[in-house]
């Protein structure tokens, strides 16, 4: 199995429209892709008091893979497009770093997983 971390920063009070977009316009096109398992997106419990600091308040978006070289197919291929359609909402580009996850430590995770897909 194979995970890309996206390390977000949404624009100051763009937040919301940005879950907005993943949800109604990527992940739609990660469960067309050959080999994707899960979007899992992480959302910080709560927001900073001071506003100017919120602007910085980070989101990491984890995609699962079966295969890595289906993930690099995805950035080939479909990722620009889905930069795309961050980029209104977001305050920096994304980063990305990539994984192997060391499925013998998380074997249950791994069934339930790819038993759902």
């Not at 506003?51 to 990491?60: Q, T």
């Not at 070289?69 to 580009?93: D, M």
């Amino acid at each position: 199995m194979f995970a890309r971390f996206v390390e977000i920063t949404p624009k100051l009070n763009h937040k919301e429209e940005l879950i907005t977009a993943i949800r109604q316009e990527v992940l739609p096109i990660l469960k067309n892709r050959t080999g994707f398992l899960e979007l899992l997106p992480f959302v910080p419990e709560s927001a900073k008091e001071n506003a100017k600091d919120d602007a910085k308040e980070k989101m990491i978006a984890i995609s699962l893979w079966t295969e890595k070289y289906e993930a690099e197919k995805y950035v080939k291929e479909v990722f620009p497009k889905v930069e795309q359609i961050l980029k209104p909402f977001l305050a920096v580009p994304v980063t990305v770093s990539n994984y192997k996850v060391e499925t013998t430590v998380c074997e249950h995770f791994v069934e339930a997983l790819t038993s759902a897909a």
